[in-house]
Each structure stands twice: as structure tokens, then as C-alpha cells.
């Protein structure tokens, strides 16, 4: 029996679809055909297993001690997952009857594990085959089931997938488990999530806020000068030409080149105003401008979020609505913006799909030149994935949500700009020398807009007039400056990330490093996440309650801001996880050795929790260490009152709990290290009751776990 196993039921339906004979449905399979010649096509339903839970090592790590920290298992271990584990179940049997099997995930790294990790977990000892499916309609799925590989091949690809899950199984737990027990000690609670992307993510969140919260504006000048051609009537029209900065003002500039000071901008302006000066440079030259690529995963949320507002997980999700449900784009997920040459054959199937599926592009399909081959068409540029592209498939737009006619008509519309010749640009540039000043005027425009008819704009466009066009001055020509003009500005903050502009500097991680050598291995990689992953890091992040919106603005909240705080910036800042990707790249390659980078890893791990200890009291906290807070567990301190010494706790003014001085060893427990409460975590307290001592869960009444009394001890 050949056995086709998809990553999830869609890709198995069109997988059925496209197979020759008629289709026979069963509980969690397909099927296909007759005879010698039948084939039975299932799937998985996303990963069927997981890593196994720390309990499952040693039941110990089943509570949150931190002196069993690091966790690193001995030998890895994956557990089915309770929701699709009679899925599971289906693919157990199908696989021990399979003669061979053809391994058809999505065309990425997860996809090739969670196909793989199944077939290690049923002991698959039969060949298996590779098929790699971008698109889900019939006869693409049929040309790529033509043309199957073996599945050795992208082994690479599945040890470096096994490699991400078990570092961030490593990394997100440990660390995890570390600082939220630091957090638990000085009363705070809740969990504090620690992850390798989410965490340099939330990092560059509160950087951004802080930024902004410190920021104090400042005033600085800009000064123009209107200047004519000397041989001009007087009355002829001027230009604006804008003071250039000079290192003899370098006192008065700011790290942008602005000029902060009034009186230095009002002394250049009666320098040059009434005064001759000549052309020193001449510039004027059109700029031919090659259409945009096709969207990647990434390129279309950003794009689509700055034009529709949208979140990048609603485009993933219509998106993935479009290729999977309409099917009328290619595989979502990619990471790649180029198409195989042979694609290139199929454009004018595709174009008329456009035309069908959104009347309003008929009239830019008709005016295409197919005969056009942009440079997209590239073979040496796609490896797993091609560009997002619409299919040849069409469907009435009355179908499409609005979200989805966004979505695909932005895809088209790039898709539709390959076909179309290239924008130019009209610049002009004139600098001037007046005295010792230097000035200069640009000026830009499209005189040809190609390409850039089928560019959507965020605004209408502005009711002002164009400017006028530079006169074409040459190097050397005489000007009269008429009359000087000296603007006030004002500094600006930073904006507050969006979703567009969070995911662009995820995608575009090097720009906020400050290390030159470091800059240049990030921009070889991916930035922070993966194409997939980016929508869902963002949406965690919210989940957990580190971030907020504020109408479309993405801000951070005051647990995000404390976790950042106490973390150190090698956790914080997006150098290391950007690395980690460059170091699974090599191991996709066959460049980098798996084991040595889990090592090295948990060389880190073992250093941070070396280091992140309890919060060291404060000098005046004598006896803080074994006294705690009978109402929070934080350390307290001795303070000086009214009415003597007393202990006071150290989180004073959140907590006023408070305890006598003489009181250093009290029998509630508050004396020794805290235990947390087997429900919820909070620390347990010893209480006498009428039945004598026991203990119970400091967060009563929200939490009314009890616990035995064991000479002084929980009898956990």
C-alpha cells in the first residue's frame, strides 16, 4: 500500500483530488482508486506529539524548586498529544500496513518534523518519499505528487526543526521556572514567560515605550534660502534651497545634523540674505525604478497592516482562508519573495484568474505585458518555498470577506506588477555656495509611473499644489539669494510600534543592534522568529498579558516592563535568538552539528541560573534573609519607628505588612525559604487552627489549598 500523509485534512482532501480513481472516505482517511493501484492518503491535524512534560523525566520537576534547576533531560522524550491522539492512533495502524510512504508536509521546517517525529514514533521501517506542495490546486498538486523525492534528503531540515523545538523546550522552561520563582520571592504572582523570540520581542516593546516616556523635545531651526537665477528679472520666481551643516557649527548641531541654536540660524541668515552665490553642483537625471518582488509571508502583513490596519495574525489567517478553503494563493508560510522560472509559463492561466476573481483589476490585467520577465522568475533564489502568488483558480469575489479581497487583491496586484514596465523618477539636485554657506534644493517626481499604477496609497492624495520644478542651472551660474526664511521645529519621539512596524523590525532585526560584526551575520538571517511563527509570538505576548493596544498602537504593560527589568540584556535584546537562527541555517546546510549546539546552550542555561539568585537585601536589612513577610514572602528589613525598631517589608509602600523585632523565628514559617502552594504556587504559611498547625495558601480565599503540618515542616 502506498500511504500519503499530509500535514492537515485540506492538504489531504486535494491530495485525494489530484490521485486518479475514485475516492473512498474512512474514519481519518481517503482512499484513492482500485486494485493493485489504490492508495490510501491521510494526515496529521498540525503536531500529533510534544515534547514530554518535566515530569515525565522526574517527577520531582513536577513542582517548581529552584534548586532543581537546570532541567536537561538525559534522553528526549514525545508524548501524544490528548486532542489528536486518535488521529494518532490512525496513522499508527496505516503506517504498519504502508510498503511505501510519501511524506507530503508543508514545505518548511516544522512541516518536515511533524511528518518525521510521527514516523520515528511508529517505528517506520518502510522507504519514504518526499513531496513538496506550495499550491493546492489539481494540477499543481498533481505535478508536484509527479515528482517525489526521497525524504533523506531534507533530513537536514528535520534535525534542525528537532533542534529549535528542544533549545526552546530548554531555554523557555528553565527560564521560565528561574525568574518567575524570583518573582514569587518578592510576592509578586502569576507565571513570568520567558521565551528566545517572544522575550527580545517584548524587549524591543519596552525599549521603545521607554524611549518615548523619557524623551524630551527640543527646539531646532530649519533655515531656507530663496534664491533666483542672477540673470533673472527682479520679481521671477525662486527656489528654496536648505542651509547644509557645517563641522565649523558643530557645537550647535544635534547627533541628526539639526541646527539647535536661534541666534547662530538668524546670523547665517543675514550672512547670505541680499547676497550673490554660485552653482558648485548640478544634478538632474531620471531614476528607473524595477517593480517590487512578490510578497513573502512577512512583506505581505507588513504591507497589508500598514494598509488595512490589519494584525499580522488576521493576515496569516486569511491568508491561510485563501489557500487553503478558496484556494487561490500559493503555500502562505513562505519566506522567500522569488518564483521558479517555470512559473513563469503559467502567468497567463493566473492573470486570467486575477481578471475573473476582481473586476476591478480587468483593466491592469488587459494592459500587462506578458512578454515582460522581471527578475522575480529566479531558480537560484527559491529552495523550498516560491513567492505568495494567486493561482489559476477563480471564484466570484462575492465569496471573499473583505479581509480576504484585501488580501488577495494586494497579492495580485504585486503579482500583476512583474508585467509591467519599470517607474521613473525625475531628480533634480542644485547646490549652491552664498559666502562661506552652502545650501542645496532637490527636487522629485514620477514622470512615469509603470509599475507604480498598481500601488495602493494609505491617503488621497494631498490637495496642495506640486511644487515647482528646479530651474536647470548649471555648475558655475550665478544666484541672487532674495530673502531667507528661518523655520522652528521641534524634536519627535519615536511612534509606538504597530503591528507593521513591530513585525518590519522583527523582520529586520540588525538595524537595532549596535555591534558592527553582529549586524552583518543578523542581516544573513531571518530576524527574530520565522515567517510562521511571528503573527503567534506577537499574539502571546498579549495573552500573557505583556502587552496591550491602544487604538493601533502596541504598548507594553507593567508586568512586561518588570520581567524585562530583572532579566539581563543578553535574554532582553534580540542578538542571541537572531544567532540561534543563523546557527540553525547552518545546521539545515550541513554545516552546524545539532548536539554541539544544544551544548553550548545549556552552557548559557547553567550560567543564568547560576547567577539569577533571590534579590539581595539592602545593607539595612540585618536578619532579612530568614525573615519574610507574613503577608507577600518578600524579604523584610528593620526601619527605625515611634515606637521602636520593627520589621517592615521590603515591597513597602505595595505591601505594609509588617513584623516586631523580636519576633526573629516565628512559628508561622515566615522564617525559612518559602514553599510554594501545590494549587496555584503562592507561598504556603503556617497556621494554628483548632485542630492545631497546618498550612495554607498565602493567596486565601482565591486559593484554599491546605497542607499537613510535619514538625514545622508542609508535609508535601
Given at each position: ?71 536537561f ?16 492512533k ?38 519514504v ?64 514567560s ?11 516593546v ?26 533673472s ?5 525662486t ?30 541668515a ?191 492624495a ?74 503567534s ?67 548559557q ?27 507577600c ?9 515611634k ?20 519576633d ?42 491546605t ?10
Amino acid at each position: 500500500m502506498r500511504l500519503y500523509i499530509a500535514e492537515k485534512p485540506s492538504l489531504g482532501r486535494a491530495i485525494a483530488e489530484a490521485l486518479p480513481g475514485p475516492v473512498q472516505k474512512g474514519p481519518g482517511w481517503l482512499k484513492v482508486g482500485s486494485g493493485d493501484h489504490a492508495c490510501t492518503v491521510s494526515w496529521c491535524i498540525g503536531h500529533l506529539l510534544e515534547p514530554a512534560e518535566p515530569a515525565c523525566y522526574n517527577p520531582r520537576w513536577q513542582k517548581w524548586r529552584q534548586e532543581d534547576l537546570p532541567l536537561f533531560p538525559e534522553q528526549w522524550q514525545l508524548t501524544p498529544k490528548d486532542s489528536v491522539r486518535k488521529q494518532l492512533k490512525v496513522l499508527e495502524s496505516l503506517i504498519r500496513k504502508a510498503e511505501v510512504i510519501v511524506h507530503a508536509g508543508d514545505p518548511d521546517r516544522e512541516g518536515q518534523l511533524l511528518v518525521d517525529e510521527v514516523l520515528r514514533y511508529c517505528n517506520a521501517n518502510c522507504p519514504v518519499e518526499r513531496v513538496l506542495i506550495s499550491d493546492l490546486t489539481k494540477s499543481a498538486v498533481a505535478r508536484a505528487l509527479a515528482a517525489p523525492r526521497d525524504n533523506r534528503e531534507f533530513r537536514r531540515l528535520s534535525h534542525s526543526a528537532l533542534a529549535r523545538q528542544r533549545a526552546d523546550w530548554l531555554y523557555g522552561l528553565n527560564l521560565t521556572r528561574l525568574y518567575t520563582l524570583n518573582h514569587r520571592h518578592q510576592g509578586e504572582q502569576g507565571v513570568y514567560s520567558v521565551g528566545r523570540v517572544q522575550t527580545p520581542v517584548l524587549g524591543l516593546v519596552v525599549a521603545r515605550d521607554q524611549t518615548i516616556a523619557d524623551f524630551e523635545p527640543k527646539p531646532y531651526y530649519r533655515l531656507l534660502a530663496h534664491t533666483r537665477d542672477l540673470d533673472s528679472a527682479p520679481g521671477s520666481p525662486t527656489f528654496a534651497a536648505r542651509w547644509l551643516p557645517d563641522e565649523a557649527y558643530r557645537e550647535h548641531l544635534d547627533d541628526e545634523d539639526r541646527l539647535l541654536n536661534q541666534s547662530v540660524a538668524q546670523r547665517i541668515a543675514a550672512d547670505v540674505e541680499g547676497r550673490p552665490g554660485r552653482i558648485c553642483e548640478s544634478r538632474f537625471r531620471d531614476r528607473k525604478e524595477s517593480p517590487p518582488l512578490p510578497f513573502s509571508l512577512s512583506a505581505l502583513q507588513i504591507e497589508a497592516g500598514r494598509l488595512f490596519r490589519m494584525g499580522a495574525k488576521e493576515v496569516l489567517d486569511t491568508a491561510q482562508n485563501l489557500y487553503e478553503r478558496h484556494q487561490l494563493i500559493t503555500y502562505p508560510r513562505s519566506d522567500c519573495r522569488y518564483l521558479p522560472e517555470e512559473h513563469f509559463n503559467q502567468r497567463a492561466g493566473v492573470l486570467q484568474a486575477i481578471s475573473r476573481t476582481v473586476a476591478e483589476l480587468t483593466p491592469a490585467v488587459d494592459q500587462a505585458d506578458t512578454s515582460r520577465r522581471s527578475p522575480a522568475w529566479n531558480d537560484d533564489k527559491v529552495d523550498a518555498h516560491h513567492a505568495i502568488i494567486p493561482t489559476a483558480r477563480a471564484i466570484g469575489q462575492a465569496r471573499l470577506s473583505k479581509a480576504e479581497l484585501n488580501v488577495y487583491g494586494l497579492i495580485s496586484r504585486y503579482y500583476l506588477m512583474q508585467f509591467y514596465p519599470e517607474a521613473v523618477h525625475q531628480e533634480g539636485r542644485l547646490t549652491l555656495a552664498i559666502g562661506e554657506h552652502r545650501f542645496r534644493a532637490t527636487e522629485t517626481a514620477v514622470s512615469q509611473p509603470g509599475w507604480k499604477a498598481l500601488e495602493l496609497k494609505q491617503r488621497e492624495a494631498t490637495s496642495e499644489p506640486p511644487a515647482a520644478p528646479l530651474p536647470r542651472l548649471q555648475q558655475g551660474d550665478a544666484v541672487l539669494c532674495e530673502r531667507t526664511e528661518i523655520k522652528g521645529r521641534q524634536t519627535q519621539p519615536p511612534q509606538h510600534f504597530t503591528d507593521a512596524t513591530l513585525l518590519s523590525a522583527m523582520t529586520n532585526i540588525a538595524r537595532f543592534v549596535s555591534d558592527a560584526e553582529l549586524r552583518k551575520t543578523l542581516r544573513e538571517t531571518d530576524g527574530l522568529g520565522t515567517e510562521a511563527t511571528r503573527a503567534s509570538i506577537i499574539e502571546t505576548l498579549f495573552r500573557r498579558d505583556y502587552l496591550h493596544r491602544d487604538k493601533r498602537f502596541i504598548k507594553s504593560t507593567d508586568k512586561g516592563r518588570t520581567l524585562i527589568t530583572a532579566l539581563p540584556d543578553a535574554i532582553t535584546q534580540p542578538d542571541m535568538t537572531a544567532l540561534w537562527e543563523a546557527a540553525l541555517e547552518q545546521i539545515r546546510r550541513g554545516e552546524g552539528d545539532p548536539r554541539a549546539f544544544l551544548e553550548e546552550l545549556k552552557g548559557q542555561i547553567r550560567g543564568y541560573v547560576g547567577t539569577a539568585s533571590a534579590p539581595t537585601p539592602e545593607p539595612d536589612c540585618e536578619d532579612a534573609p530568614q525573615i519574610h513577610c507574613p503577608k507577600c514572602r518578600a524579604p523584610m528589613r528593620i526601619r527605625d519607628g515611634k515606637f521602636g525598631r520593627f520589621h517592615a517589608c521590603s515591597r513597602f509602600p505595595k505591601c505594609n505588612g509588617t513584623r516586631a523585632l523580636e519576633d526573629a523565628t516565628p512559628q508561622d514559617g515566615t522564617g525559612q525559604k518559602p514553599i510554594p502552594c501545590p494549587h496555584c504556587y503562592s507561598p504556603l504559611v503556617r497556621r494554628k487552627g483548632p485542630k492545631g498547625w497546618f498550612w495554607g495558601c498565602s493567596n486565601f480565599p482565591a486559593c484554599r489549598q491546605t497542607v499537613s503540618d510535619a514538625d514545622g515542616k508542609p508535609a508535601l
